[in-house]
């Protein structure tokens, strides 16, 4: 009996030896991965990129391409005026319903009847102007504050009056979060111009009265300037540039435009 237990003793450790060596071998060997779980060679991996920043702006070359095609090939040449317009961003002053015609070369609507601008057309206008730094400028017809914000970045002092209240609420916040604090916004009529900080080295108008107000003619500078279209509501107007010299006022003819007419109770 002692020497059968013996042999089995025996026969056991050479069995538990064996299973130890396959155990270590099966450890040590390669697996082969499914097709479907194979890792992907080091050179291989994509590498993670950084996210575009929360300011980075996706129209950047849209104004560039509105600038060079629309107004580069046009007769806007004062590289000042061109640069502006190829730095405010349109976008953020349209309807969200017409975000992919922000940069399209014609006006487009902002609710209470009223539009806009086509960006040539506030190009050629603020040219007009022949603004300096320092120089102090009203707008009439604020609308949705395009028109100030590309003043705004011309000049330190924009004064701009709409006669619909709701868009100089709405004009007026969107200045504010866009970070043009030199632009005063005021609700009123505009025929009236803005007495209180008279006079202007320059004003503006943006919507059409059909004829010049006397009151824009008084509160401006001597050697200001006045870019203003006049004519018959719904009809072709013309853009007049006047500028006065002393008591004299000196009118030019710049081109036919259509706006939406000047209103108010004058």
């Known amino acids: 009996m002692k020497k059968g237990y013996s042999i089995a003793a025996v026969v056991g450790l050479v069995g538990l030896s064996i299973l130890l060596v396959i155990i270590v071998l099966v450890a040590c060997a390669p697996v082969k991965l499914p097709t479907w779980t194979k890792s992907v060679p080091t050179e291989a991996m994509p590498t993670l990129e950084a996210s575009p920043t929360a300011t980075a702006d996706p129209y950047s070359e849209v104004r560039k391409k509105m600038v060079r095609d629309t107004m580069r090939r046009r007769d806007i040449t004062d590289e000042q005026v061109l640069a502006v317009m190829e730095k405010v961003p349109r976008h953020e002053f349209v309807p969200e ?18 539009t806009i601008s086509q960006p040539y057309i506030v190009a050629l ?7 300096k730094q320092g120089d102090k400028v009203l707008e009439v017809g604020t609308g949705s504050g395009y028109q100030a914000a590309v003043l705004a970045e011309l000049t330190d002092e924009v004064y701009t009056v709409e006669i619909i209240e709701e868009l100089a609420e709405q ?38 009265p059909d004829h010049v107000p006397q009151p824009l003619v ?14 018959p509501p719904g009809s072709y107007q013309t853009l007049w540039q006047i500028t006065r010299q002393g008591d004299e006022i000196i009118s030019k003819n710049v081109t036919g435009v259509i706006f939406v007419p000047l209103t108010g109770g004058h």
Request: glycine fraction near 10%.
């Open 97 to 114: 319903e017409y975000l992919n015609q922000a940069y399209a070369d014609h006006p487009l609507p902002i609710g209470y009847g009223q």
């Open 125 to 131: 206008m603020t040219q007009l102007l022949k603004l």
């Open 171 to 208: 004009a007026e916040e969107r200045l504010e979060r866009l970070g043009y604090t030199n632009v005063k916004v005021q609700q009123a009529d505009g025929y009236y111009g803005w007495e209180e900080y008279a006079p202007y080295d320059a004003i503006i108008v943006t919507c059409a």
């Open 218 to 231: 008084e509160q401006l500078a001597d050697g200001g300037r006045l870019v203003v279209p006049v004519g």
